[in-house]
């Protein structure tokens, strides 16, 4: 029994040791393992970390090359062209508007307000601008031409749109035009058709009014005045044309008024009736 117990001992140290052995070379291997894994991490580490600053300096690269780029393209600009019919506009006026307007770059610059500023400047209805490489503008503008006065301080374009001035008082040869203000374009087209009508007899119109009730009236350069009432204004200077040519013309200097609110005929009110006993003083009638 002895013998066996002893056997028994070494078998179960022999055991012990080897697998005490076995331990150690486990563990040196989980070591290698750990140091690998640990020596791949810092790779893994020093890569990113030279990503990272690869990035960095490309990104401050670009900023800086962006930034010489744009400084280069947004030059100040060095020169203003300014084109079209300028009309009554005056060009010192215009300048000193134009300097504070365009002291950005040639990028920076907001044409969009530069262009509406400007068509709010009196005596300009259009603006157009352009950018010309590298630092100039170039302003295409239209300027307002006054047609006519309109009320006591104001100037009509050909279109009806209505503008100040400081001095309405150079403006007395231009016709005046009266009327609500918000009829502006509609006076300013009928003096237009009017005109046209009345200039092969060479009459001009000195004054054109609506009132509110919508009643029109005129006055030549002649000083005859015709009383037009509310409709049919063409056909009722049609029939003074008939008018003056049949029976008015050799008579016209004595002629004060001219009423044409009759639907076939019209009215005329004489400067000294008594010239003309052989006509009927109060009304003469045109026929259609």
């Known amino acids: 029994m002895m013998t066996a117990n002893v056997k028994q001992t070494r078998a179960s140290k022999a055991w012990r040791a080897k ?6 070379g486990a563990s040196r291997v989980s070591s290698k393992r750990a140091m690998a894994n640990s020596i791949d991490s810092l790779l893994d580490y ?31 600009i060095a020169k203003v062209t300014i084109l079209g019919d300028l009309g009554y506009v005056d060009q010192r006026s215009l300048q000193q508007r134009l300097e504070p307007l365009v002291s950005g770059g040639f990028i920076s610059i907001d044409l969009e307000s530069l262009r509406q500023t400007l068509e709010n400047t009196p ?39 209505s503008f100040k001035t400081k001095n309405i008082s150079a403006y007395q040869s231009l016709p005046l035009l009266d009327g609500p203000d918000y009829a502006q374009s509609q006076v300013m087209q009928q003096y237009q058709i009017i005109s046209q009508l009345l ?4 009459y001009a119109i000195t004054s054109l009014s609506l009132d509110e009730r919508g009643s029109w009236a005129l006055t030549t350069n002649t000083g005859l005045k015709l009383i037009l009432g509310n409709d049919d204004l063409v056909e009722k200077v049609r029939r003074f044309a008939r008018a003056y040519e049949a029976n008015l013309k050799g008579k016209i200097a004595n002629i004060a008024s001219v009423d044409l609110r009759y639907s076939n005929g019209l009215a005329v009110a004489w400067k000294d009736p008594s010239k003309e006993m052989a006509t009927n003083p109060s009304k003469m009638v045109a026929s259609q």
């Open 199 to 202: 200039r092969p007899m060479e």
């Open 19 to 24: 697998q005490a052995a076995h331990q150690r």
């Open 46 to 76: 020093g890569k990113i970390a030279l990503w990272l600053v690869l990035s960095t300096a490309i990104t401050i690269a670009l900023y800086q090359v962006t930034n010489r780029v744009i400084a280069y393209i947004n030059q100040p």
């Open 123 to 161: 005596w300009i209805s259009h603006v157009e601008v352009e950018r010309v490489w590298p630092n100039e503008l170039k302003i295409h503008l239209n300027g307002k031409h006054p047609i006519a006065r309109w009320g006591d301080n104001s100037l009509l374009n050909n279109v009806g749109e």
